[in-house]
């Protein structure tokens, strides 16, 4: 009997009739159903749905599920929170001159960059510091995620999007190279002695295209010291170019830059680099802040900087469950801080490492849906505005550009091989919000998923949704009446009788808690479980069957009912008025 209604609880689920309009969009794409999830219903917990196939079906997110790693950070920390870089020394200082190490402890901000070394520099300088007779020690134990320098994810090794966390970031361990063949100057743009740039580069009075207009790079890493290696032919008239690998430590890379600032705003250092922990009894010179975590999530998700993402969630980890943080306790933190919250539905959830950049990671539409209508009931628009705003920034700045969608989506967007994943807010004309989630998982999603996508968000925008939980006709059949002139009256029907044509009766619709919608008519034994819990209801039947709980009167009634029906019988049920 169980199975039963387990059986019909899930049909519930999948037999939502399909809008017209996104069947023929589907039809057209050449796109199969069963490599498509598409959800969308009014945002927030108590919207109706609008179209739902294969919403509980598991999908490869890829970097959509960024969003779930930035909510729990957002759920967790708050908008307002700063990472932390710490500055210790364990000797004094006497007369401009620090007799022991300066000892900084990183923890795992992943927007440190050339660009903080100014003021870094500046607050040092206020310490009295004009000379460290020492060491710089480099304590990079808040992230216990070993040594790799990309993640190998694909055959790009040294690209941006495969950098490996660490909890002494710099640079996003980024190393650029720069090339003016105008001037012919090869060059690095930061002071870093952690790697070697070899130049091999022929120019040549050629146009800047094709063969001619970029160097050729090659990067060894035989040696202990990695070299990035420039050979080719380049034209002499084209624009300065950056070489941007990853290819070495972010622990060296700010050493090498920083002892360089130092040096350049007279501070001398007489030692080297150091890797240790923080020694018991170090006195603490300053803290050193990042920018917002409202600032970051914001990049993390309009970019889809897949490093930014990892070290959210090794962050959580280390918040939730004490340093140092590893992959599992991020996982494991993201999981317990959503579902603590009611922001994680059912179904079945792989992080992986909360970038998306993974083909392990995996997750269903429906469960997306729940997060992003959590959010869009705590937060509203300040949450929405970190995701990419339609035809303004982000990764859909330019696909929504010139378009009705304009200024009219939120999204994040998740692209991998065979995988051309959206998801997020869209307000149609009207002012109406939905929450839209589509994921396309096939050999055509490159460039007829997008597409697809793209006529779906047109659709909504333009307002053809309509909830499918009302049927066509929401007319309640009244008892029928006689008035004083004979009359027979039904209401929301015009009755004729006798040649006669009478008024419209009074209209008055009812709250029900529509409990599943079903292809084959419900059996006695499903019914059954309705009366035992001593509720009315009634199965009404258009091209499908519908199981309503009700009438009542009030919504406010409809509600009290609602948390039963969904713990006992199905926990997707919802409130229609009909």
Known sequence: MMKKLLLFCLLSLWLYALPAGINEKIRQSGIAKKDLSIYIKEAGKHGKVVASLNAHKTRIPASVIKVLTTYAAVLKLGFNYRWQTKFYTKGQIKNGVLYGDLIIKGYGDPTLGDKDLEKIVSYIRAEGVRKVQGNIVIDRSYFKVGNRDNSGFDEHTYSVYNAMPDAMMFNERVSTVCVEPKKNKVYKKNEDGSYKVVNKLIRVNKPCKGRYSWPGVKIDKSDIMPKVILKGKISKRCAKRNICKVLTKPYKSFYYALKAKMKENGIKVTGTMRLRKVPKHATELFTYYSDSLEKIISKTS?????????????????????????????????????????????????????????????????????????????????????????????????????????????????????????????????????????????????????????????????????????????????????????????????????????????????????????????????????????????????????????????????????????????????????
């Open 302 to 578: 309009k970019k889809s900087n897949n490093l930014y993402a990892r070290h959210l969630l090794l962050l959580l980890g280390a918040k939730t469950y004490g340093a140092p943080a590893t992959l599992q306790k991020g996982r494991d933190a993201v999981v317990k801080i959503l579902s603590s919250r009611g922001a994680l539905d059912t179904g079945v959830l792989m992080l992986d490492n909360g970038s998306g950049l993974s083909r392990v990671a995996k997750m269903d539409a429906k469960l997306l849906a729940t997060m992003y209508d959590h959010a869009y009931d705590r937060y509203g628009q300040r949450w929405m505005n970190t995701l990419s705003i339609a035809g303004v920034d982000g990764t859909i700045k330019r696909r929504f550009r010139g378009t009705v969608v304009r200024n009219r989506a939120w999204m994040k967007t998740g692209t991998l091989r065979r995988v051309k994943n959206i998801g997020g807010y869209v307000k149609n004309r009207a002012g109406k919000m939905y929450t839209v989630v589509i994921l396309v998982n096939s050999t055509k999603a490159k460039y007829r998923g997008a597409k697809l996508q793209n006529e779906i968000i047109k659709w909504l925008v333009k307002g053809a949704a309509k909830p499918s939980a009302k049927s066509k006709s929401t007319l309640i059949k009244a008892s029928t009446v006689k008035n004083k002139h004979k009359k027979v009256v039904k209401s929301k029907r015009v009755v004729k009788s006798k040649n006669k044509t009478t008024k419209k009766a009074h209209t008055r619709s009812y709250y029900y808690v529509q409990l599943g919608s079903f292809k084959l008519k419900p059996n006695k034994t499903y019914l059954s479980k309705i009366t035992k819990l001593g509720l009315p209801y009634k199965v009404k039947k258009t091209n499908i069957y519908k199981v309503l709980i009700g009438p009542y009167k009030k919504e406010s009634t409809a509600r009290k009912i609602l948390p039963k029906v969904k713990q006992k019988l199905n926990k997707s049920a919802f409130i229609t008025r009909q």
